[in-house]
């Protein structure tokens, strides 16, 4: 795809983000939206992923270590093909499939289950190893939160990815700079991203996470590392892409009600329209 694809493709996943988390009444819109650049690029440019066959050997793997995003995902999988879009209004519904985390037993195209955090880190870095021990080409992507990287598993997963060299693991951070509890640097700073990862011996890009110029030149670096895992530190705008939601922590895990819902599908619809002038 080229960038204004990826930019419309985006609104729409972003449409079906507010849609599938007003419709559940619960959710978590903030951390999904900011995210939803990076979950565009990765399924419609960067992965080798197929919808018709989404358990393929050599498919490269994704984890969702922000497990609570899951909207963000699940809009990006439905948009991609993998399941209806028309499902998303099922969302944390009573016997939907879309659960309010990631299902990887009943959910097509989710890899891992997750959403205790912390984890999500520690399986992609397992199944980075046995893409080395099989010789196999698949790669594998796990996105973390800013605030879930306060959590100590985080570290003891990276300590292991970069002693064991793991160039097919690309660990991406989405920097949106606040948690359910506000900013980090009022709830336990993880700062410096950066040089914690570069201590952990990896290969580290800050790029900014809504610019699909930037996000292409560091899943090329990326792809062009060897000998040692890429970090990929993402700095976005929590709530990016509906106005009274960017930057504020009151969104991290409220579903909008009907008023705001129409308002913030208008903005999208606007930005859509917008992109297809150019």
Known sequence: MNKLELQK??????????????????????????????????YFEEMNVDPKNPKKEDRDRFVLSKGHTAPGLYSTL???????????VTLRHIGSYLQGHPDMKNI????MSSGSLGQGISAAVGMAIAGKIDHADYRVYTLLGDGEIEEGQVWEASMLAGF???????????NN????????????????????????N????????????????????????????????????????????????????????????ALAMEELEKAGEALCQK
Not at 27 to 35: D, E, K, M, R, V
Not at 177 to 194: A, W
């Open 78 to 88: 439905a948009v991609k093909g993998y399941f209806p879009v028309e499902d998303l």
């Open 177 to 200: 700079d606040l948690q359910i509890d506000g900013r980090l640097d009022d709830v336990c700073s993880p700062y410096p991203i950066d040089k914690k990862f570069e201590a952990f």
């Open 164 to 174: 064991r060299k793991l160039d097919n693991l690309v660990v991406i951070v989405d």
């Open 202 to 261: 990896f290969h580290v890009i800050t790029i900014d996470g809504n610019d699909f110029d930037q996000i292409d030149a560091a899943f090329k670096e990326a792809r062009e590392t060897k000998g040692m895992p890429t970090a990929i530190i993402a700095k976005t705008i929590k709530g990016k892409g509906v106005s009274f939601m960017e930057d504020q922590a009151g969104w991290h895990g409220v579903a909008p009600n009907d008023e705001q819902y």
């Open 108 to 111: 097509p195209g989710v890899d």
């Open 9 to 42: 493709t985006a609104v729409e996943v972003r449409k079906g983000i507010v849609t599938s988390v007003h419709s559940a009444k619960a959710g978590h819109p903030g951390g999904s939206l900011s995210a939803a650049d990076i979950f565009t690029y990765l």
